[in-house]
């Protein structure tokens, strides 16, 4: 009986004797077990990405906007109705006991000049609250205090985008710049974000209060506001804080049962969980194209070898012979399709977690490379190996002794 390690010599003597045919046949392989690592590591990867672009948004966030007005028989869209006030946002923290925090959103659009430099960007006015809410962080400076807001102060916080245009090489702390051409004093910069998932600069923007926006900037005497922006005091409280949030609405509102609402809340947690079964969705999909080109190099292994059992023919019948038997020869060209598979998956992992570590890098994505999908990928490869490998094993091992010996 021969032992593993002179099946494992032999087979890799056998697979020597022919390296060209031997490394054709690794490359289905390598292929395969690489273009699986990479494509679902690079899915996983997006999915982290989104992951932390809803986690920089802020946590636990709800928004409450206005909803559709009826003008003439014809809806105008969500946010057509002026319904929403700064003053239903008090009640909201006030009677809602799982709120944590709460702003009032108004956004509006500024030309800022300071010095030579000028700039266009989204204006958007909150209360002070907005840092916690958000999940701001501040690069420099700080950010407004409530006692601005009351007063309708001109301060403002840049984003980085904005720093970086208008204040190079400068620092804007304690800066006066001119904002619809209104003075504006820079009490801080936020740290950078980069990009959100659709493109958008998340940097490209000031911060104001929002009373400054609708007094200074828009000039209504209103208490209207865009939205509010609504953060509970944990994930789990999120669904309940909604429907509380929108039971108090209805009822500062005066909409009486079965009318429809003049606003809408929306949970940033059905966004987050639409996001991430869609990233799923697409790892899982991408993962299983990958996977056809290890079904690919699996049928390349098994012609492969079935090419090599007639080629050798003469050979087996010449073990049989001396005394080799059938599961020795079955076990003896397993070895060596096992083998091609394996070591084809080794090289396959290798390049496959380079290069989804390289697209990664390319693609500025955080780099990933899924553990799971490596294992899986090598011990498929093995799976695949012993697959398509059993038959020629069992085509070699049941020849005729008498008429493989008289093969040519």
């Known amino acids: ?14 697979l020597a004797r022919n390296k060209m045919r031997s490394s054709l046949t690794l490359l289905g392989m390598v292929i395969g077990v690489g273009a699986v690592i990479t494509m679902v590591s690079l899915g ?11 986690a920089s948004v802020g946590p636990n966030l709800l928004f409450v906007t206005p909803g559709s007005r009826n003008t003439g028989g014809v809806q105008m869209g969500a946010g057509a109705s002026a319904t929403l006030t700064d003053a239903d946002v008090d009640a909201i923290v006030r009677e809602v006991p799982l709120v944590a925090a709460a702003t009032p959103m108004v956004t509006t659009r500024g030309q800022m000049i300071f010095g030579n430099q000028n700039w266009a960007s989204r204006v958007e006015g909150t209360n002070e609250r907005a840092p916690e809410i958000r999940a701001w962080g501040l690069q420099r400076g700080e950010f407004f205090a409530g006692a601005d807001v009351r007063a309708a102060s001109r301060v403002v916080v840049l984003g980085n985008t904005v720093a970086d245009r208008l204040f190079a090489g400068i620092d804007p702390i304690g800066q006066t710049l001119r904002l619809n051409n209104l003075p504006f004093r820079v009490t ?6 980069g990009q959100a998932l659709t493109g958008q600069d998340q940097d490209d923007m000031v911060v104001v209060p929002y009373t400054t926006v609708q007094k200074k900037l828009k000039r209504t005497a209103l208490a209207v506001i865009d939205n509010a922006m609504i953060s509970t005091i944990s994930p789990l409280a999120s669904r309940v804080a909604e429907a509380q949030i929108t039971e108090l609405m209805r009822q500062r509102h005066n909409i009486h049962a079965g009318d429809p609402d003049d606003f809408r809340v929306r949970n940033l947690a059905d966004v987050a969980q639409a996001a991430e079964q869609t990233t799923l969705i697409l790892t899982l999909l991408l993962g299983s194209i990958a996977a056809i080109s290890l079904i690919v190099g699996g049928i390349g292994i098994m012609n492969i070898m079935l090419v090599s059992v007639t080629e050798r023919t003469r050979e087996i019948g010449i073990r049989m012979a001396v005394g080799a038997r059938s599961s020795q020869i079955r076990l003896q060209f397993l070895a060596e399709s096992v083998m091609l598979s394996l070591v084809g998956g080794l090289i396959g992992i290798v390049l496959g977690s380079a290069g989804a570590a390289g697209i990664a890098h390319a693609l500025n994505w955080p780099t990933f490379i899924s553990l799971l999908a490596v294992v899986v990928a ?10 398509f490998g059993y038959y020629p094993a069992h085509r070699a091992a049941s020849l005729d002794p008498i008429e493989a010996l008289r093969y040519e």
Request: net charge positive.
């Open 44 to 54: 996983q990867a997006a999915q982290r990405m989104v992951e932390q672009q809803i």
């Open 188 to 193: 801080g910069v936020l740290e950078a974000k």
């Open 1 to 14: 009986m021969m032992s593993s390690i002179t099946i494992l010599k032999i087979a890799w003597r056998a």
């Open 378 to 387: 090598f011990v498929f490869s093995a799976a695949v190996g012993i697959f």
